[in-house]
Structure formats: C-alpha cells, structure tokens
C-alpha cells in the first residue's frame, strides 16, 4: 500500500507538467485560426490538440487538461481562438462555446478508447469518437443560437468535414508513435 502511494507522488510533478504542456499546447493550436467566409466558426487546429492531447495522457488526465483550458479562458486570458470577438465566459455562449464545452468529454473519450495505441482500429474509432463528441457540442450551441439544425450544420459541421478527416488522419499516426512512451512516464 505504501509503495503505491510513493509512486503515485513521485508521478505527481509529471502529471502536473504535462497537463500545463497539454493546455499550452491547444493554446497554440488555438491561435492558429482562418476564419471561413458564412460561418462564425473559424478554422482552427484546436480539435486536433484536443484529441493528441486526450489520447497521450490518457483518458483522466486529458479531460482534466481541457477543464484547466477551459477555466483559464473563461476567466479571460487569451488562450481561446483570437478570431472570435468574445471574450471570457461569454466565449462559452458565443458560436464556439459547445466546441469548447466539449473539449473535455472528446479528450477523456479519445483518451479512454485509444489506449496503449497499438491498434490502428482502436485508434482510429477512439479520434472519430471524440471529433465526433466536438462536433456534436459545436452543433448543439450553433442549434440553440440559430434554433435550426440545418443552419447549425452548414455554420459549424459541413465547412470542416475535409480538414477534419485529415485532422484525424494526423492524430492517429502521431498517436500510434507516442501514446506507450509518454503514458508510460505519467
């Protein structure tokens, strides 16, 4: 019983490392953002971070780096996308907000499904799952601002469906190299 208490605190500072890289890390992927003509959803590689950032550290850990995101953003620093006119928590309201909101769900998902990354196919459903999971928040804050789910969709779901595809195509192949090495750390 001890010695897993020791272990678990010499992981300690780890964990805390990696979750404040991982929130860094979608911050920059944040500020990364085209914003497309007809939508007020901008193009960003957040999605991808999220779901490298779920399946690396792991289904816990990874949804707990995206509340930490979340949090700092909603008290206002600029961790958010700088396209978006809104700040703080009103972000969370805004067109982006259920993206946002479902950053952590989609990592813990991500993260929960992967698991040691050593099948392609669990790989490959644990990142659509959670794409899937962010689309699905996106969508339903874009029907509760438009109240029609075919505007909803051509805002938010439709424009990014290619780069989406190809935002999961990356994170599986990075994921494959990386989830056994740093989860073994954490």
């Given amino acids: 019983m001890e010695q897993s208490l020791v272990l678990t605190r010499s992981r300690a500072p780890a964990r805390i490392i990696a979750v404040l890289l991982g929130v860094a890390f979608v911050t ?3 500020q990364i953002s085209i914003p497309l003509p007809g939508t007020p959803v901008p193009m960003t590689l957040q999605p991808l971070a999220v779901l490298l950032v779920g399946g690396m550290l792991g289904s816990r850990l990874g949804a707990a780096t995206m509340v930490l995101y979340i949090a700092l953003g909603a008290a206002g620093l600029p961790v958010f996308t700088p396209t ?9 309201m805004g067109p982006t907000g259920g993206y946002l909101l479902a950053y952590p769900v989609a990592a813990f998902a991500t993260g929960a499904l992967v698991r040691d990354g050593k099948s392609w196919t669990r790989l490959a459903l644990g990142v659509l799952a959670g794409l899937a999971l962010i689309h699905l928040g996106g969508l339903a804050q874009l029907m509760i601002i438009t109240g029609n789910v075919s505007i909803a969709a051509r805002f938010g779901t439709i424009p ?3 780069g989406d ?3 999961l195509g990356i994170a599986v192949l990075v994921l494959r190299h990386t989830i056994t090495p740093l989860r073994a750390r954490l």
């Fill in 28 to 30: 920059l992927a944040a």
């Fill in 84 to 92: 978006v006119p809104l700040v703080g928590i009103a972000r969370l």
């Fill in 165 to 167: 595809f190809l935002k």
């Fill in 160 to 162: 990014f469906l290619l």
